[in-house]
């Protein structure tokens, strides 16, 4: 398993809830 696949996905994440924050 690789841990940078969760850190990818929470990047993910907070760059989608950085857009719904504008």
């Known amino acids: 398993m690789h ?3 969760i850190e ?3 990047s ?3 760059a989608l ?3 719904d924050q504008e």
């Open 3 to 5: 841990i940078d696949t």
């Open 12 to 14: 993910l994440l907070y």
């Open 8 to 10: 990818l996905v929470s």
């Open 17 to 19: 809830n950085y857009q």
